[in-house]
Structure formats: C-alpha cells, structure tokens
C-alpha cells in the first residue's frame, strides 16, 4: 500500500511541475498586459431629454444636461460650466424649429417669447404673417403644407381688353413669387405623418411691400397658391422676380380663345 500511495504522489508532482512550465510558456507567448484606456474628456451639454416640436413651450422635463465628447463640441452648444442656469433661462421658451431627443440645445432653435404670440416670435425681422383665403381648388389640393414655399397667383379680368374686342378676357399673373407658407388654419408643422390638409386659410410671410401687393390684389380678382417644387424653392433664388413685382413689374399670362400668350406688365 505504501508503494502504491508513493507511486501516486509521484505522479501528481510530475503532472503539477508540468502544468507549471506549460503556464510559463503560454504567459511568454501573450506578450505585454495592453495599456489602460484613456479617460475620454467630455463636458456636459444642455440637449433635449424628449422629442420637441415647433412651436411648443419648453418645460423643465424637456431639456437637461449630458456628457458631450469635448471633440465634438461645437460653439453654438449651451455648455453647464459657461452658463449653469441655462435650464431656468429656457423654461417657457418657444422651439423655432424641431429639436429630436438627445440633440443638443441651440440658442437659435429657441425664443424668448417674453408674453407675445407664437407667431410674431418665430418672424424673421421686417417680415409680416398675412392671411388670405384658400380652397382645394386655390390651395393646391390641400397639398400645401407649413414652410412650403409657393407663388400667388391673381386671376382678374381683362376689362381694357374686353372693350377693344367684345370678348370676354381673363388674364393671370404672377403678384407673389417663393413665398413662404407660416402655417394653414391653426397648424404651424406637419405632424403624424399627415400628408394633406385640407384648410380654409394660409398664412404667408411677406414683406411690408408684399402685404401691400397681397391686400390690393384680394380686391382686384381671384387668389391661388402654386405649390413650387422642393427642387426650385430657394428664397434668394428669385430676389430679382420679387423686386419687379414691388416695382410693379411683373410677368402675365394671358389667356384669348384657348390660347396662352405671355408678356411682362408694367
């Protein structure tokens, strides 16, 4: 028996010595334990905790600070350690345009309504919110939707024309090129996913000199909307167009017999 318990115990201590090198030679072969992970430098950033819309009220439960990579900062982000009462600043402010959840907050993106309406806050400076009555059939459709851009368009009749001829003339012109549609009826965004609204009112942004163009025009004859395309709606694009037409120069088609002539008013 002690033979046998001498032969184990020998083999246990070979089987131990043999581990021991095998674990050596593996410990050479991995090389180097890898260096720690640099500590990434942040700063913390006021963004929005919920998703927010245009036009809503900001509250404290919707907006609050978070870590920012330092490397992607960007000047215009509202930072804790330069303005730490950001949030209390904000609180009752308007959203200008919509802000996802997690982006960070812009001054921009925000007014201070300080007791006004939405809409004379979000107006640009100089510009004018002005009404004017639309149908499915003056309205695009109900295709038109807020912050599309579109041309006014005044059908009248031709009343110089008809006393030379003897027939009756209608003529349309051009009176509003690319301008900017604020809200239809009461909505000011689009929202679950509609795609039409079907409303009774556009509210456009214009000029001093465009309202004025926008209110004689009402009087003269008929007003529709041209919905222009994403592709051709850029506000400096016709800048010359809109100066003409406060000129009071201004391109007309005219329509006799079936047939569509064009000229340039003045």
Known sequence: MKAAR??????????????????????????PAPEPVAKLD???????????????????????????????????FLRRNERPDAIAQFIGAV????????????????????????????????????????????????????????????????????????????????????????AIDQLVEEKGGQKVVVGRTATLELTPRQAETLAVSKQMGSLSLALRSLADSDPTKDRQEVVDVERGSNRVNMVRFGVTSTSIAK
């Open 6 to 31: 001498l032969i184990v115990l020998g083999i246990a201590v070979v089987a131990g010595g043999l581990a021991a090198i095998l674990a050596g030679s593996l410990d050479r072969q991995e090389g």
């Open 95 to 182: 959203a200008r345009t919509p802000i996802a959840a997690g982006e960070p907050v812009r001054e921009s993106k925000l007014i201070r309504v300080k007791g006004s309406g939405y809409m004379a806050a979000i107006l640009p400076a100089g510009m004018r919110a002005v009404s004017t009555e639309i149908s499915p059939e003056t309205g695009a459709g109900g295709f038109i939707l807020p912050n599309d851009r579109v041309d006014v368009l005044l059908t009248r009749r031709d009343r110089e024309t008809e006393r030379a001829t003897g027939v009756e003339t209608h003529v349309s012109e051009t009176v509003l090129p690319d301008v900017r549609v604020l």
């Open 42 to 76: 942040t700063a913390e950033v006021l963004v929005a905790k919920t998703d927010i819309g245009i036009g809503q009220s900001l509250t404290e439960q919707d907006i609050g600070w978070q870590p920012w990579p330092s490397a992607a900062l960007s000047p215009a």
